[in-house]
């Protein structure tokens, strides 16, 4: 075997093992996975897992930092670009609800992180490393949003905050009641009742 394909191999393994544990920490939780499930999962042996990876805890973090920059990548593209801010923001949410309920990955990464270190201190780092995601985030809205026509007394590090909580709170909320309503189909609605609020300009109705 060819040290190219070795290599080969050994990616398409750490790959496999990453997409295993997420689904793995994703449906039981961080302190009742266990590296043997995630090995079966990933149909190799615990000796490959321990190759690739030290413990529970690196495997995890690594799951959630390189699946959710992956998964998330497209969506946070959509507040690029040379439409009017506020079309990018509503842009943004559309693809993240409707990501949240079509694409597995971005749905499992997610679901894995909202859920904390879950009292495992060896986690606390990735708690660190999501404030600093968080931060950045929070930064990216509210510069764009500065150049937006905000309603009166709305700066934009609230519009920012504001989009940033309702994302969240959607997620949060449809991952815990998933038969309530559908993200993907009201991914729209949803957005539009973000950007421009419940009640209309006039206050009517």
Same mark, same amino acid.
């Given at each position: 075997?060819? #040290?190219?394909?070795?290599a080969?191999?050994?990616?398409?393994t750490r790959?496999?093992?990453?997409?295993?544990?997420l689904?793995?920490?994703?449906?039981s939780?961080?302190?009742a996975?266990?590296l043997?499930?995630?090995? /079966?999962?990933?149909?190799?042996?615990?000796?490959?897992l321990?190759?690739?990876?030290?413990?529970?805890?690196?495997?995890?973090?690594?799951?959630?930092?390189?699946?959710w920059?992956? =998964?998330?990548?497209?969506?946070?593209?959509?507040?690029?670009?040379?439409e009017?801010?506020?079309?990018?923001?509503?842009d943004?949410?559309? /693809?993240?609800?409707?990501?949240?309920?079509?694409?597995?990955?971005f749905?499992?990464?997610? /679901?894995l992180?909202?859920? *904390? =270190?879950?009292?495992?201190?060896?986690?606390?780092?990735?708690?660190?490393?999501?404030?600093?995601? #968080?931060? +950045?985030? +929070? *930064?990216?809205?509210?510069?764009l949003?500065?150049?937006?026509?905000?309603r009166?007394?709305?700066?934009? +590090?609230?519009?920012?905050l504001a989009?940033?909580?309702?994302?969240? *709170?959607?997620?949060?909320?449809?991952?815990?009641?998933?038969?309530?309503?559908?993200?993907?189909?009201?991914?729209?609605?949803?957005a539009?009742?973000?950007?421009h609020?419940?009640?209309?300009p006039?206050?009517? *109705?």
């Amino acid at each position: 075997m060819s #040290m190219r394909r070795s290599a080969e191999d050994a990616a398409a393994t750490r790959r496999a093992l990453l997409v295993a544990a997420l689904a793995e920490f994703a449906e039981s939780g961080y302190a009742a996975a266990t590296l043997a499930g995630v090995a /079966a999962r990933a149909g190799v042996t615990r000796g490959a897992l321990y190759h690739h990876f030290s413990d529970k805890a690196e495997l995890c973090l690594t799951a959630i930092e390189e699946l959710w920059a992956e =998964a998330a990548m497209p969506v946070w593209a959509r507040l690029d670009g040379p439409e009017p801010p506020v079309r990018r923001v509503t842009d943004f949410l559309v /693809a993240f609800f409707t990501a949240l309920e079509k694409d597995g990955t971005f749905r499992e990464v997610y /679901a894995l992180s909202v859920r *904390g =270190a879950e009292g495992a201190p060896e986690l606390a780092r990735g708690l660190t490393d999501k404030q600093a995601i #968080m931060e +950045r985030w +929070r *930064g990216q809205l509210t510069d764009l949003l500065g150049a937006a026509p905000l309603r009166p007394g709305v700066s934009p +590090r609230t519009a920012a905050l504001a989009v940033i909580t309702a994302a969240n *709170g959607t997620a949060v909320t449809w991952l815990a009641c998933p038969d309530l309503f559908s993200p993907a189909r009201e991914a729209r609605s949803l957005a539009d009742a973000v950007l421009h609020g419940l009640a209309r300009p006039d206050g009517d *109705g």
